[in-house]
T-cell receptor, first 109, second 112 residues
């Protein structure tokens, strides 16, 4: 079952923060986050495994609430380069990634 | 080498043609994937190869035929496609099934 991402789209000014949510009705083994810029392939950001860990690098971090089957991606002090469509992918233990519909992020100067 | 390569970049084919898409990685990854992506939609999984064996086939029409000649190569053979098959075809690889996936740039396919 496709995970639900919210919001569908968000417009920010450079330097503002954003949170993108991903939720599933199924028990999850892992959650992946990818960013895709227009005309390009998706790029891996991070993976969160069952265990409720939080990860991050630079100003992008993510959390995984195993009990609620929810993950959130946090973008801090957004930069123009953060623009793109963010996808979460959920995995239920069968190695098959189910992709959310995506969240379009627009960063304005 | 952290790159997945795909050829060709663009392909235009008629409904009676036979063509192949090629994907290559030299990262020692043991899983390789084919995805189809339509505009403004997420990638849609078509096939997964794990250790050179087809492990997941998402009920894809038989006009798409995957092949994994060795651990570094993945092909997608196309035959008698329909106009609705026009899309971006993405190849990805991961060290293990379920691990983070690295994508190639994709092949933009147009069926006329």
């Amino acid at each position: 079952q496709q995970p639900v991402q919210s919001p569908q789209a968000v417009i920010l000014r450079e330097g503002e923060d954003a949170v993108i949510n991903c939720s599933s009705s199924k028990a999850l083994y892992s959650v992946h986050w990818y960013r895709q810029k227009h005309g390009e392939a998706p790029v891996f950001l991070m993976i969160l495994l069952k265990g409720g860990e939080q990860k991050g690098h630079d100003k992008i971090s993510a959390s995984f609430n195993e009990k609620k089957q929810q993950s959130s991606l946090y973008l801090t002090a957004s930069q123009l380069s953060y623009s793109g469509t963010y996808f979460c992918g959920t995995e239920e233990g069968n190695y098959q990634l189910i992709w959310g519909a995506g969240t379009k992020l627009i960063i304005k100067p | 080498d952290t790159e997945v390569t795909q050829t060709p970049k663009h392909l235009v084919m008629g409904m009676t043609n036979k063509k192949s898409l090629k994907c290559e990685q030299h990262m020692g990854h043991r899983a390789m994937y084919w995805y189809k992506q339509k505009a403004k939609k997420p990638p849609e999984l078509m096939f997964v190869y794990s250790y050179e064996k087809l492990s997941i086939n998402e009920s894809v029409p038989s006009r798409f035929s995957p092949e994994c000649p060795n651990s570094s190569l993945l092909n997608l053979h196309l035959h008698a496609l329909q106009p609705e098959d026009s899309a971006l075809y993405l190849c990805a690889s991961s060290y293990d099934p379920g691990a983070e996936q690295y994508f190639g740039p994709g092949t933009r396919l147009t069926v006329t």
